[in-house]
């Protein structure tokens, strides 16, 4: 029985002996699993005993193995699993309800130890092009051994597998066909058995050595091994030149064509009633199964796949890593599948079926090749293009989504737009220049009404009403050769002369890679991101220089209104493209811009975003109001009861019940800009009841009233003013800022600012006279 120490009545010991084989000295380990296979201790054994701190009932429970200890061998996130793959040694530690004391490890287990490294490389490339692919997460998985899995069949599946074997090898197909999403071992090993010797290759993976298992009889000399180990003669199986001399395995006659044929005493043992009998000739010949798991997958689902490790690609597509097998055992049997963060998560682009792209007993530091047929993976140093046929247009610069866009061309908080707006788009680049052959797009914009955004009826010197123009600012994007940055031209695109278009005023979809260089780059956002640029600060009205006179205000922008924005795409003979005859999906973000790191989605563009031509898309539209009028303030000198004095500031005053008028202009055209009037004493506090705030319009807070149409003003009580003094001095600020945004921020250079000071006072009675008497 298990020895329990007298101070440690919950902690049980074993022997551990390893007396077959004397020389053995290498250190062991027991390791124990409980019920949910989860590793619970890990304990050394030493001097040929292992105490577990577990309780004699927690033992009986558990699950106990003995392995070699090998520092490689990480013991988080092991399992019972990869410890049986190794080949450590389960014992059978509770007999008759008693717990053993001593562990007897076979001699057979020990010829098995320790545990030999094995160096897994490879590569990830996509199968279009062979580039690799950079940041994948590769799983390395092992596979279950065959005999092993053989072992464990129910007897009826025995049964099946020894018949479909047969089927298979009297009837041999010939290609074996594609087994499943892109290239596997089988399918790089080839594919069938031929007649003519020149054209046999392997059908594994990995080179076997000069031994075979499988051979054809009528030409010894063009022997294939299907197996690395030794087999016995039993296990011959060949292809007979001669039909009358094959072995049948059936009472009918085989077709008249080459068949294989198994080795007499192996085909009696398959057909033998025995499950033990035919178990046993599938695990001696088990190397005779792989070429054909691909003809069963509607069974063969039974591989068992323990994941033992995760890696991630290089920059240059390539994985390592290192892996532990039984050294005295066949090396381990692996299968990969690959994930890839398309910037929502790691998603699953290659996952193909186990029994055709297990590298059965794949050789140590040989390299695997793994094919990505995805297309919405990129290679290295290449940006991701968007899959199918889509146009997401994404925002106006940085800060404004399509989505952030009202009907009335106002963002939602209610800010027009100005200066230069940079809409950026996204497009589908490959499928659209490359497959539909539409490599262009443009840009144009008209104008809806008049400055107030209503009003059809419109300044001469300005934009007309429903007169359509193109935007034809220079477009260019960067990119990376060597150390430099170099910048590609997009468009307007001549129409004559290298890179001519087909019409006016085209512009190139970028395309998915840069003239020379494997990689496009944003140096500058307002160059490398637009696509256009729709410069309303120059519109024909909008203002210009500065305002004519000192503290005049600024002349009125004249173009100011809402105008539509229409984006089109063009074909390569340079028609205008219909996308819903195209199958061109038109899609905005679901989020609000700037975009931060989570991941951003799309859904199909509404309706009004959508030039229409009865039900069919023929572009994108968009409606913003422009408005580049620049603000207005002016601080009017103080009033009310008191005596003012406009030369020198000071205002005297009888009583703190006195007042004191305080008002400002504040100033913008269609009242898109907000105001702050500030009152300070001294050098503070400011004084809340003689400060506003508010929108240009609106009234202001705290009592500041509208006087006309952008002045307001206010009657501070002077004890109000003073507080505690008999006598101070004041300080005004005015800020007039304007909201409208250019899609990165407000624009500040229309904002405008006034200050002023005054102070108040009671009158000196020495100052009534010259203080002399008469």
């Given at each position: 029985?298990?020895?329990?120490?007298?101070?440690?009545?919950?902690?049980?010991?074993?022997?551990?002996?390893?007396?077959?084989?004397?020389?053995?000295?290498?250190?062991?380990?027991?390791?124990?699993?409980?019920?949910?296979?989860?590793?619970?201790?890990?304990?050394?054994?030493?001097?040929?005993?292992?105490?577990?701190?577990?309780?004699?009932?927690?033992?009986?429970?558990?699950?106990?193995?003995?392995?070699?200890?090998?520092?490689?061998?990480?013991?988080?996130?092991?399992?019972?699993?990869?410890?049986?793959?190794?080949?450590?040694?389960?014992?059978?530690?509770?007999?008759?309800?008693?717990?053993?004391?001593?562990?007897?490890?076979?001699?057979?287990?020990?010829?098995?130890?320790?545990?030999?490294?094995?160096?897994?490389?490879?590569?990830?490339?996509?199968?279009?092009?062979?580039?690799?692919?950079?940041?994948?997460?590769?799983?390395?998985?092992?596979?279950?051994?065959?005999?092993?899995?053989?072992?464990?069949?129910?007897?009826?599946?025995?049964?099946?597998?020894?018949?479909?074997?047969?089927?298979?090898?009297?009837?041999?197909?010939?290609?074996?066909?594609?087994?499943?999403?892109?290239?596997?071992?089988?399918?790089?090993?080839?594919?069938?058995?031929?007649?003519?010797?020149?054209?046999?290759?392997?059908?594994?993976?990995?080179?076997?050595?000069?031994?075979?298992?499988?051979?054809?009889?009528?030409?010894?000399?063009?022997?294939?091994?299907?197996?690395?180990?030794?087999?016995?003669?039993?296990?011959?199986?060949?292809?007979?030149?001669?039909?009358?001399?094959?072995?049948?395995?059936?009472?009918?006659?085989?077709?008249?064509?080459?068949?294989?044929?198994?080795?007499?005493?192996?085909?009696?043992?398959?057909?033998?009633?025995?499950?033990?009998?035919?178990?046993?000739?599938?695990?001696?010949?088990?190397?005779?199964?792989?070429?054909?798991?691909?003809?069963?997958?509607?069974?063969?689902?039974?591989?068992?796949?323990?994941?033992?490790?995760?890696?991630?690609?290089?920059?240059?597509?390539?994985?390592?890593?290192?892996?532990?097998?039984?050294?005295?055992?066949?090396?381990?049997?692996?299968?990969?599948?690959?994930?890839?963060?398309?910037?929502?998560?790691?998603?699953?682009?290659?996952?193909?079926?186990?029994?055709?792209?297990?590298?059965?007993?794949?050789?140590?530091?040989?390299?695997?090749?793994?094919?990505?047929?995805?297309?919405?993976?990129?290679?290295?140093?290449?940006?991701?293009?968007?899959?199918?046929?889509?146009?997401?247009?994404?925002?106006?610069?940085?800060?404004?989504?399509?989505?952030?866009?009202?009907?009335?061309?106002?963002?939602?908080?209610?800010?027009?737009?100005?200066?230069?707006?940079?809409?950026?788009?996204?497009?589908?680049?490959?499928?659209?220049?490359?497959?539909?052959?539409?490599?262009?797009?443009?840009?144009?914009?008209?104008?809806?009404?008049?400055?107030?955004?209503?009003?059809?009826?419109?300044?001469?010197?300005?934009?007309?009403?429903?007169?359509?123009?193109?935007?034809?600012?220079?477009?260019?994007?960067?990119?990376?050769?060597?150390?430099?940055?170099?910048?590609?031209?997009?468009?307007?695109?001549?129409?004559?002369?290298?890179?001519?278009?087909?019409?006016?005023?085209?512009?190139?979809?970028?395309?998915?890679?840069?003239?020379?260089?494997?990689?496009?780059?944003?140096?500058?956002?307002?160059?490398?991101?637009?696509?256009?640029?729709?410069?309303?600060?120059?519109?024909?009205?909008?203002?210009?220089?500065?305002?004519?006179?000192?503290?005049?205000?600024?002349?009125?922008?004249?173009?100011?209104?809402?105008?539509?924005?229409?984006?089109?795409?063009?074909d390569a003979a340079g028609a205008l493209v219909n996308w819903t005859a195209k199958g061109i999906d038109l899609r905005i973000t679901d989020q609000d811009a700037p975009f931060g790191t989570g991941t951003v989605t799309t859904s199909v563009a509404p309706a009004n975003n959508r030039v229409l031509a009865g039900a069919d898309t023929m572009g994108f539209r968009m409606v913003v109001r422009v408005d580049n009028n620049r603000c207005f303030a002016e601080i009017l000198p103080v009033g009310g009861t008191v005596t003012p004095d406009p030369v020198c500031g000071f205002h005297n005053y009888n009583s703190p019940s006195d007042?004191?008028?305080?008002?400002?202009?504040?100033?913008?055209?269609?009242?898109?800009?907000?105001?702050?009037?500030?009152?300070?004493?001294?050098?503070?506090?400011?004084?809340?009841?003689?400060?506003?705030?508010?929108?240009?319009?609106?009234?202001?807070?705290?009592?500041?009233?509208?006087?006309?149409?952008?002045?307001?003003?206010?009657?501070?009580?002077?004890?109000?003013?003073?507080?505690?003094?008999?006598?101070?001095?004041?300080?005004?600020?005015?800020?007039?800022?304007?909201?409208?945004?250019?899609?990165?921020?407000?624009?500040?250079?229309?904002?405008?600012?006034?200050?002023?000071?005054?102070?108040?006072?009671?009158?000196?009675?020495?100052?009534?006279?010259?203080?002399?008497?008469?």
């Amino acid at each position: 029985m298990a020895r329990q120490p007298t101070d440690a009545p919950k902690r049980v010991s074993f022997q551990v002996s390893t007396a077959q084989r004397p020389e053995f000295k290498h250190p062991l380990a027991a390791y124990v699993f409980d019920a949910w296979g989860q590793l619970v201790d890990r304990t050394e054994v030493r001097e040929g005993k292992v105490e577990l701190p577990l309780s004699p009932d927690a033992v009986a429970r558990a699950r106990v193995f003995i392995a070699p200890v090998d520092a490689g061998i990480e013991t988080k996130g092991l399992t019972a699993a990869q410890l049986e793959r190794l080949g450590a040694y389960e014992p059978v530690l509770l007999t008759g309800g008693q717990l053993l004391d001593r562990i007897d490890v076979a001699g057979s287990i020990l010829d098995l130890w320790p545990f030999c490294f094995c160096w897994v490389r490879g590569k990830v490339v996509r199968a279009s092009d062979n580039r690799a692919v950079c940041d994948a997460r590769v799983h390395i998985c092992e596979v279950d051994r065959i005999p092993l899995w053989i072992l464990k069949l129910p007897d009826p599946d025995i049964f099946r597998l020894r018949d479909d074997l047969i089927e298979v090898l009297r009837n041999p197909p010939s290609p074996i066909p594609n087994p499943g999403p892109g290239p596997g071992p089988f399918l790089r090993q080839a594919s069938r058995f031929a007649a003519d010797p020149a054209s046999r290759v392997s059908l594994n993976p990995q080179p076997l050595p000069p031994r075979s298992a499988l051979r054809f009889a009528a030409d010894p000399a063009s022997r294939v091994s299907l197996n690395p180990q030794p087999l016995p003669p039993r296990a011959a199986v060949r292809f007979a030149a001669d039909p009358a001399s094959r072995v049948s395995l059936n009472p009918q006659p085989l077709p008249p064509r080459e068949a294989i044929a198994l080795a007499p005493e192996l085909h009696s043992r398959l057909r033998s009633r025995s499950s033990l009998v035919v178990r046993e000739a599938l695990v001696e010949n088990w190397k005779l199964l792989l070429p054909w798991f691909c003809h069963w997958p509607h069974w063969w689902w039974w591989f068992r796949c323990d994941e033992i490790r995760v890696i991630s690609t290089d920059p240059h597509g390539r994985f390592e890593t290192t892996i532990f097998y039984s050294c005295g055992g066949d090396h381990p049997d692996l299968y990969f599948w690959v994930e890839y963060d398309f910037g929502g998560g790691f998603e699953t682009v290659y996952h193909p079926t186990v029994a055709c792209h297990t590298y059965w007993n794949y050789v140590c530091g040989s390299e695997v090749t793994i094919r990505i047929t995805d297309p919405r993976v990129p290679g290295c140093e290449e940006e991701p293009d968007l899959p199918g046929s889509q146009v997401v247009v994404l925002s106006i610069g940085r800060n404004v989504a399509v989505r952030e866009v009202s009907a009335d061309g106002l963002t939602n908080f209610g800010e027009p737009f100005g200066d230069t707006l940079e809409p950026r788009v996204d497009f589908s680049r490959t499928e659209l220049i490359n497959v539909k052959a539409i490599p262009y797009y443009r840009w144009s914009y008209r104008r809806l009404s008049g400055p107030d955004g209503a009003a059809t009826t419109v300044d001469a010197g300005s934009p007309a009403i429903n007169a359509w123009s193109v935007m034809t600012r220079d477009v260019y994007r960067h990119y990376k050769v060597g150390t430099g940055y170099p910048s590609d031209f997009m468009g307007p695109m001549p129409t004559s002369g290298p890179g001519a278009a087909p019409a006016p005023n085209l512009f190139r979809i970028r395309p998915l890679l840069p003239p020379a260089g494997v990689e496009w780059v944003v140096l500058n956002e307002t160059i490398d991101l637009a696509t256009g640029y729709f410069e309303t600060a120059s519109l024909a009205g909008a203002p210009v220089g500065g305002p004519p006179a000192p503290d005049a205000p600024w002349p009125d922008d004249l173009a100011a209104g809402r105008y539509e924005l229409k984006l089109e795409l063009f074909d390569a003979a340079g028609a205008l493209v219909n996308w819903t005859a195209k199958g061109i999906d038109l899609r905005i973000t679901d989020q609000d811009a700037p975009f931060g790191t989570g991941t951003v989605t799309t859904s199909v563009a509404p309706a009004n975003n959508r030039v229409l031509a009865g039900a069919d898309t023929m572009g994108f539209r968009m409606v913003v109001r422009v408005d580049n009028n620049r603000c207005f303030a002016e601080i009017l000198p103080v009033g009310g009861t008191v005596t003012p004095d406009p030369v020198c500031g000071f205002h005297n005053y009888n009583s703190p019940s006195d007042t004191a008028a305080l008002s400002f202009v504040a100033r913008h055209p269609n009242n898109f800009a907000g105001f702050g009037f500030v009152t300070t004493r001294g050098a503070g506090p400011v004084i809340g009841a003689a400060s506003t705030s508010g929108a240009v319009g609106d009234a202001g807070n705290d009592g500041f009233a509208k006087t006309g149409a952008f002045t307001y003003a206010k009657d501070v009580v002077i004890g109000t003013l003073l507080g505690a003094c008999s006598n101070a001095a004041f300080s005004e600020r005015l800020d007039v800022t304007a909201t409208a945004t250019n899609g990165y921020g407000t624009l500040s250079g229309y904002n405008a600012a006034d200050n002023a000071a005054f102070a108040l006072a009671t009158p000196c009675p020495d100052c009534e006279g010259d203080g002399n008497p008469a």
